[in-house]
């Protein structure tokens, strides 16, 4: 009876995604204008309506600023030029008004336009044209535009210009076309049974065409059901654009496991999501082993199909840890063990990975424990838009390094939010253009949390915790710990709680700009709290930074301070960040800049020389306070050995380790400068606290060299005592730190 319910339950769910259809509605030829706009009634009808609409203007110049429909914004899809003579241009609308209305297009100066409009139902509404593409062909009888759908029951729609008369081809069902000179045509060809490549043409006499095509996937079915006895990964690849998956339990009824063996791929404006605690896994269970020694084997495990053809990825490893490269992981009850590089290096918490023979060995024995091998390579990755994923835990996924068990690198406003996610290899999740991650618990990732580059994403109101792992090996140098965020535009870190990461906490690397990293409170973390890398203009402010850096392998490297990502905030070699009312304890330094050599950077990710230099640092009005001895907390400016950057008031180059650049006050130079900051350590004044490049001196130094002047110490025995009686930590003298706008 089971299984006939389940049998049923999916011929209802294929029957609701076939019952809509993609449909042609009309079609308007605009006629021919020469101007600055152009105006085309068009009349639209029916439910889930698509308008596209393509422009042709007679120019050698992109002047066609934008197209409106009943006032309404069209998205452009795309723009070239054809044959270095004119512009083709393609524009879409998802929900245009019905009825009759002016579709609007507009030049920034007097051009010749031509429009053609034309409208379709039974479209997704979100994330609207799934693919597009275009190309030109010059001196040809013909042009052939393929494409390739994503959805079952897709239509493509094509615009075709072309330098002579032309006609419609192999699947091309003419909609509309210049009636003036024969030119261009608008057409479209469906539905498309299953997903695959399709193939428009349009003839002529030997000439030059311009062609822009798009895919339409029908609205389908918006709420579909999966069940554990589903294929998850088969249901989401056959579904619909905008459609919402819920995952279900049967057994337990609250709280079960989705166990996937490769990654769904979401489309545009999907939403996947749970009301009762499912949790999606990436791994298999592995069974019946057989005794081999010391260890126990397990044959027949295969990974994947690929067989690891990408393991040449440039991963570092710990000393000993080699096979930290491989996305793979073994846990037993949960707990990780050490991948190893033979059979005979098995022992207890380590086991070996015959990828040829595909035998598993293990070195403990697993009588009445659950030993899984993680095995998909994302639990979701795609590059469609506007995906939401909710309320999902998401556990033991074999993603590379640098990778993320959600991979939305490439796609733009996907949310996440009250999600949990753990055990994965690489990163928990990687983000891209405008995504939001929210109040979600990102925790006991074996490389790292949170990673990801793009604009205007937004990171909130999550607990960032126990990211890598010692027993996996990822160095942490190389990238490792609670986050990293790459080639961002006006990111956003706002109020999570980041601790007890084994490597950085919250870290901005390469090429961040417009950055704000704010009300967060960041403790516990083996290397510094912040860092702010070879990046631009960043704002680090009323955060809550504890006990940071504390185990970094170089605390005490040459005696130096501020020299290594130890302190509760590091900027390295970046430019323009202010950092302030910040409340800072217990770190291993507090906040530093470092000055680097960081060229060879700036020519491979293609920045100015001079863009990574520490320069327009304005550290202000921060609560710094250590209980440790005398000289063990840094605070200041120091350079690495290869620095040869360092100016002086002249501005001329006076050594590798010359101090003058610190010294300067603000409007000179590099304009590095603390104003107003507050210390309290354990023997105040003279504490060897503040650093200048390779030395250091006291706060009254200190203050003569123009830094702090506004600011001041507490000296003298107890004055950390003094501290924690003005400023005690609790969530209210966290408040008061928001004294500065």
Request: glycine letters at 10%; aromatic letters at 8%.
């Amino acid at each position: 009876m089971r299984r006939l319910c389940l049998l049923v339950a999916c011929i209802i769910w294929a029957v609701s995604v076939a019952e809509a259809q993609v449909a042609f509605n009309a079609a308007t030829y605009g006629g021919n204008t020469t101007g600055t706009s152009q105006t085309t009634s068009h009349t639209t009808a029916g439910t889930n309506r698509f308008l596209a609409v393509c422009v042709w203007a007679d120019t050698a110049s992109d002047l066609i600023s934008g197209v409106t429909y009943n006032g309404v914004s069209m998205t452009l899809v795309d723009k070239q030029l054809h044959t270095g003579l004119r512009y083709h241009y393609l524009f879409g609308l998802m929900n245009p008004a019905i009825g009759a209305n002016n579709v609007v297009t507009s030049a920034s100066s007097s051009t010749f336009i031509q429009t053609l409009v034309a409208s379709y139902t039974g479209v997704a509404q979100a994330g609207q044209p799934e693919a597009a593409i275009k190309t030109t062909a010059t001196a040809q009888t013909s042009i052939t535009t393929p494409l390739t759908t994503v959805t079952a029951n897709a239509w493509t729609v094509n615009c075709v210009g072309s330098g002579a008369g032309s006609a419609a081809g192999t699947n091309f069902t003419e909609r509309t076309s210049d009636t003036d000179f024969n030119t261009v045509r608008m057409g479209d060809f469906g539905p498309q049974a299953s997903p695959a490549s399709v193939s428009m043409t349009v003839t002529s006499a030997s000439t030059n065409f311009s062609s822009q095509m798009i895919a339409l996937a029908p609205a389908g079915s918006t709420n579909v059901t999966i069940a554990q006895a589903d294929d998850a990964v088969a249901v989401v690849a056959g579904g619909g654009a905008g459609t919402t998956y819920t995952f279900s339990c049967t057994s337990p009824a609250t709280s079960c496991t989705h166990r996937i063996t490769s990654p769904m791929v979401p489309k545009a404006g999907d939403t996947l999501t749970t009301s009762v605690g499912a949790i999606i896994n990436g791994s298999i269970v592995l069974t019946s082993p057989t005794v081999d020694g010391s260890a126990w084997r397990y044959d027949s495990v295969t990974a994947r199909s690929s067989d690891h053809a990408h393991t040449g990825t440039s991963t570092d490893c710990d000393a000993g840890v080699s096979r930290c490269k491989y996305p793979e992981d073994l846990l037993i009850d949960n707990v990780v063990k050490r991948h190893v590089t033979s059979t005979g290096a098995v022992t207890t918490g380590t086991w070996f990975y015959d990828y040829a023979a595909n035998k598993v060995y293990i070195g403990d024995d697993p009588t009445g424990k659950t030993v899984e091998l993680t095995v998909a390579e994302n639990a979701f990755k795609s590059t469609a838009n506007n995906v939401t994923i909710t309320n999902l835990t998401i556990e033991k996924v074999a993603v590379l390094a640098q990778f993320g068990a959600i991979e939305a690198d490439g796609s733009s406003g996907w949310t996440v939010g009250h999600v949990e996610i753990r055990y994965a290899h690489g990163r928990g999740i990687s983000l891209g253009d405008a995504a939001r991650l929210h109040h979600s618990y990102i925790h006991h990732n074996f490389q790292m949390g949170i990673g990801g580059g793009g604009d205007n994403t937004v990171v909130e109101e999550n607990e960032i915790a126990y990211n890598r792992s010692a027993v996996v090996g990822i160095d942490i140098g190389w990238e490792a710990g609670g986050t990293k965020f790459a080639f961002t535009n006006n990111l956003i870190v706002r109020n999570n709680r980041v601790h007890h990461n084994d490597g950085l906490g919250l870290w901005t690397d390469i090429s961040n700009r417009g950055c704000e990293i704010y009300g967060n409170r960041v403790d516990d973390n083996t290397w510094s709290g912040i860092m702010h890398e070879i990046s631009g203009a960043c704002i680090i402010r009323n955060n809550v930074i504890r006990r940071n850096g504390l185990t970094h392998p170089n605390v005490a490297i040459g005696g130096k301070k501020c020299f290594v990502p130890d302190s509760g905030i590091f900027v390295a070699a970046a430019a323009n960040v202010e950092v302030y009312a910040n409340y800072l304890e217990g770190n291993a330094d507090g906040i530093c800049g470092l000055q680097q050599d960081r060229s060879s950077d700036e020519t491979f990710f293609g920045e100015a020389t001079g863009t990574y230099r520490l320069r327009g640092l304005n550290i202000h009005d921060n609560f710094i306070a250590s209980a440790v001895a005398s000289g063990t907390q840094g605070v200041g400016i120091s350079a690495d050995y290869l620095t040869t950057e360092v100016v002086d008031l002249s501005g001329t180059y006076a050594g590798a380790n010359d101090t003058v650049e610190v010294r300067q006050p603000a409007g000179t130079g590099y304009n590095n400068r603390w104003e107003c900051n507050h210390y309290y350590l354990s023997d105040g004044n003279s504490a060897a606290t503040w650093w200048l490049f390779l030395d250091y001196t006291n706060f009254a130094n200190w203050q003569a060299l123009g830094h702090d002047s506004g600011g001041g110490c507490t000296s003298g025995a107890g004055s950390y005592a003094a501290f924690s009686t003005y400023v005690p930590f609790s969530e209210f003298a966290v408040s008061r730190l928001r004294f500065v706008k």
